[in-house]
């Protein structure tokens, strides 16, 4: 195993649409090599994702831990569908884009379908923090970055996040303990607008359609 380099913003790595990966090509241990070598760079990182592009590799392949006390679950191959056309808007940071956080308004709930490591299907239901964090993995294996996303008026390195708070108005601090750190703990954590506002479709993908 080892700890991989992480690809930071401006490689164009990170720009580009990942390759799925051949679901027979599953037993061959350089792929397994990357798996294992991908979730010891999360674990290194502190991160509670990654995506293949973000260590130079174009796979369309996530490991992803955002249960506590679990072990990352390995994602060959996800595919995302909305289960709901509500959002939610949480601060979002990236191991790509170290340093920054920012605010970006993501669908509250969605099922997830692909491949575990072994080959084998899965379908997941996901809400709340899980389902905003794969939603960050997956748009990584569409050369997406949440800065694409984000309101980037609300961008802010994590100090002075942690010092200030969110400088969007529409930020209410009303979250719930089991959702996560507060911002600016070094990773993202799921908070919602209650400005009274509709919700924001900025993803530009709906429920039922094409991912
Ligand atoms: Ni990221």
């Not at 027979?24 to 509670?48: A, C, F, H, N, Y």
């Not at 072990?71 to 170290?98: D, F, H, I, K």
């Not at 002075?160 to 089991?178: C, I, M, N, V």
Request: proline residues 10%.
């Amino acid at each position: 195993m080892a700890i991989l380099k992480i690809a930071r913003l401006g490689a164009p790595v990170l720009r580009q649409v990942a390759e799925p990966v051949v679901p027979d090509r599953l037993g061959d241990p350089d792929l397994q090599r990357l798996i294992d070598d991908m979730l010891e760079t999360l674990e290194d990182s502190g991160g509670v994702g990654l995506a293949a592009p973000q260590v130079h590799r174009s796979s369309r392949l996530v490991v992803l831990g955002t249960e506590p006390g679990e072990p990352p679950r390995v994602m060959v191959n996800p595919e995302l569908t909305w289960r709901t056309a509500q959002m939610v808007r949480s601060y979002e940071g990236c191991l790509s884009v170290p340093g920054l956080r920012g605010a970006v308004n993501r669908v509250a709930s969605l099922t997830v379908q692909g491949l575990d490591r072994a080959g084998e299907p899965f379908s997941l239901d996901l809400e709340g923090f899980a389902a905003i964090a794969v939603q960050h993995e997956v748009d990584h294996l569409d050369g997406v970055l949440y800065l694409d996303r984000c309101d980037t008026r609300t961008l802010a390195f994590t100090e002075e996040l942690a010092r200030y708070g969110p400088l969007d108005p529409s930020f209410h601090r009303r979250q719930d303990p089991e959702d996560g750190p507060e911002p600016g703990a070094g990773e993202p954590s799921p908070e919602v607008a209650d400005d009274g506002s509709p919700p924001h479709l900025l993803l530009g993908r709906g429920p039922g359609s094409e991912n």
